[in-house]
């Protein structure tokens, strides 16, 4: 495969060979990374700092209106964010400012913690004239909501069977999501299980499709503070066959929340080509983190909330943000 692949995790983004399955740090240091979106030059990167960065000929951030954020995906002259905490999405423009907020019910805050009445949505995806909006429901069933462009309004809602759901594909496979909680991928209008992990403990989410194969991310059920540090891993999967060629392991990598082709068209993201040359526009990194996970990476020992060594990069981390990017 004559490609890499572009994987963020809440701790990097990582660039990782899917032959030799050898994976290098990219980025650090501004917060839990999510989504990657690309279009003329310019790479935006969602994550929980509050903002999306914009990297490109000049960098720069969006004003801080954002509460964990997910994905996030270019569309024309826009740039869309599952606004996961305020229960809406964000709209940008192509210089990132900000236009505007689309709530799509009368829920506006994300109560994780609570009542969890809230949508979680957490992925955005624009295919043909309409826009899909992914709700992970927590404990009820997830949703994928069918939205006009560029009105962004309301057409259809599709109930699943899928539990956490994650992304939103439409293929030769039908209308595809991640059912994330029991490690599997679905086509939404039958509520079919088109491709399991036949694993336990595992969850799906992260999405990518190039034209001979089907890259799925995998993450293990973790309490939340063990999502920075426990392993990782992508799924090869044949997009004919649908079935499992191999699996890419990420010790230590933290859960995987993304995946993009790199140098190849990918379906799952409106075929986009992501060039090399704009991995380097967002290289930083900082050694401790990186000294961290290259030791999580050896020592299965501290793939945990271990301290001293979570407080030391966490703290690494939000120093890290206050820099430009």
């Known amino acids: 495969m004559d490609m890499l ?13 899917p032959v030799s ?6 980025r650090t240091g ?13 790479m935006v990167l969602s994550h929980s700092g509050g903002n999306l960065g914009y990297f490109g000929q000049h960098a720069h951030r969006t004003i801080n209106h954002l509460i964990q954020p997910h994905q996030v995906e270019w569309i024309e002259d826009k740039v869309v964010v599952s606004n996961t905490g305020k229960n809406c999405l964000s709209v940008f423009d192509e210089r990132g400012e900000f236009t505007r907020d689309v709530y799509l ?11 969890r009445s809230g949508n979680h949505f957490n992925s955005v995806h624009r295919h043909g004239e309409r826009v899909y909006v992914v709700a992970h429901n927590y404990e009820r069933w997830s949703e994928v909501w069918e939205l006009s462009w560029p009105a962004l309004e309301v057409t259809h809602t599709f109930e699943t069977r899928a539990n956490w759901a994650h992304n939103f ?21 039958t509520g079919e299980t088109i ?11 992260g999405l990518a499709v190039s034209s001979e194969h089907i890259f799925i991310g995998a993450s293990m059920h ?10 990782g891993g992508i799924w090869i999967v044949d997009r004919r066959s649908l079935k499992t060629i191999e699996k890419i392991h990420l010790p230590g990598s933290g859960d995987v929340h993304e995946i993009r082709l790199i140098g190849i068209p990918d379906d799952c993201h409106n075929n986009q080509v992501i060039p090399n040359t704009a991995v380097d526009s967002i290289r930083k990194t900082s050694p401790i983190i990186h000294w961290c996970y290259e030791l999580r990476k050896s020592v299965p020992l501290f793939r945990r909330d271990f301290f001293p060594m979570s407080q030391i990069v966490r703290a690494k981390q939000l120093y890290e943000r206050r820099s430009i990017p």
């Open 5 to 17: 692949l572009l994987v963020s995790t809440p701790l990097h983004i990582l660039l990782v060979d």
């Open 21 to 26: 399955g050898r994976s290098s740090t990219v």
């Open 30 to 42: 501004d917060g839990y990374y999510y989504g990657i979106t690309y279009k003329e030059g310019t």
């Open 105 to 115: 019910n009368d829920i506006h805050w994300d109560d994780k913690e609570k009542g």
């Open 169 to 189: 594909w439409a293929g030769e496979h039908g209308l595809v999501t991640c059912n994330s909680k029991h490690g599997t991928l679905l086509e939404i209008s």
């Open 195 to 205: 491709w399991s992990s036949n694993e336990a403990n595992v969850m799906t989410r």
């Open 222 to 231: 973790n309490k939340r503070k063990d999502r920075y540090w426990k392993d």
